[in-house]
């Protein structure tokens, strides 16, 4: 079994994951055509530090910035670049994470570039959405991480997109990355780990319009669809609690939280503005 986090625990990681909430927020104030993926490193970075946190990724396993940046066909670990601009038309997933006070906040969202998005683009952003929120309505005491994964798969694919197998969700805490919680994004219900109280764990699937095999570019860092086509991906950081759930990194007027809210999800906090 996992370590299970006390209630000082869950304390501190809600502020982690608060700030990183906000950090993501504001990242998405700076993204539109003609920025470049290192000004989005740079105000997350600036946010981060001025909220009296460290910015998780930077120097992470030899991560060499401060968040993720990832365009159209890149399924996650983007590194932001001078070079690389934002184009209109684009879509892009920002994963933010952010140690504070020894916790981390861990959570990603994809963002349209401009108002000209691609039938395509839009639907596996929307797909991706719509998956994270029905993993979240089915994690819950009791159940398994094959029902989180499953309630994600079963969409997906219903929807003629496929699931990244090569990258899951993970325990979380006062380590980043927990090796002995790991959430996929596929799976069978009724199978796999009983999820209970006092787990904290990351649901984050990444979706892609075609096939769901990756290829990882020479960086060690950078993965994109085989298939050339995009990929899109959401992500919290709830904590099982009580009798529900609390969405860490979620804020009062979160979609996904809301969404999760009306498919089921007894969300303890933050409360939602619905």
């Given at each position: 079994?996992?370590?299970?986090?006390?209630?000082?625990?869950?304390?501190?990681?809600?502020?982690?994951?608060?700030?990183?909430?906000?950090?993501?927020?504001?990242?998405?104030?700076?993204?539109?055509?003609?920025?470049?993926?290192?000004?989005?490193?740079?105000?997350?970075?600036?946010?981060?530090?001025?909220?009296?946190?460290?910015?998780?990724?930077?120097?992470?396993?030899?991560?060499?910035?401060?968040?993720?940046?990832?365009?159209?066909?890149?399924?996650?670990?983007?590194?932001?670049?001078?070079?690389?601009?934002?184009?209109?038309?684009?879509?892009?997933?920002?994963?933010?994470?952010?140690?504070?006070?020894?916790?981390?906040?861990?959570?990603?969202?994809?963002?349209?570039?401009?108002?000209?998005?691609?039938?395509?683009?839009?639907?596996?952003?929307?797909?991706?959405?719509?998956?994270?929120?029905?993993?979240i309505a089915v994690a819950k005491h009791g159940s398994r991480l094959g029902d989180v994964g499953w309630a994600i798969q079963s969409y997906a694919e219903k929807e003629g997109c496929g699931v990244v197998r090569d990258f899951v969700g993970h325990g979380i805490g006062k380590v980043f990355h927990e090796p002995d919680l790991q959430v996929p994004h596929y799976g069978r219900s009724g199978t796999g780990l009983k999820i209970v109280r006092g787990m904290i764990f990351t649901i984050e699937p990444m979706i892609n319009a075609g096939d769901w095999r990756m290829k990882m570019m020479k960086d060690g860092w950078t993965s994109k669809t085989l298939d050339g086509k995009p990929s899109a991906q959401f992500e919290h950081t709830i904590a099982i609690v009580g009798n529900g759930i609390e969405i860490l990194t979620a804020l009062e007027d979160d979609p996904i939280a809301i969404r999760a809210k009306a498919l089921g999800a007894n969300i303890l906090w933050p409360e939602l503005k619905v």
């Open positions: 079994m996992p370590k299970l986090k006390s209630q000082e625990d869950i304390l501190k990681m809600r502020e982690a994951g608060r700030l990183a909430a906000h950090t993501l927020k504001h990242a998405g104030s700076v993204i539109k055509p003609g920025v470049s993926t290192e000004e989005i490193n740079t105000a997350v970075h600036e946010y981060i530090i001025s909220h009296g946190a460290y910015p998780s990724p930077l120097n992470y396993k030899g991560y060499p910035k401060s968040v993720c940046t990832s365009i159209n066909d890149v399924i996650c670990h983007g590194i932001p670049s001078k070079t690389e601009v934002l184009k209109e038309g684009d879509i892009i997933n920002v994963d933010v994470t952010v140690t504070l006070d020894g916790y981390f906040g861990d959570c990603s969202r994809t963002f349209f570039v401009g108002e000209h998005i691609s039938e395509e683009s839009i639907k596996v952003t929307n797909v991706a959405e719509e998956c994270l929120a029905r993993g």
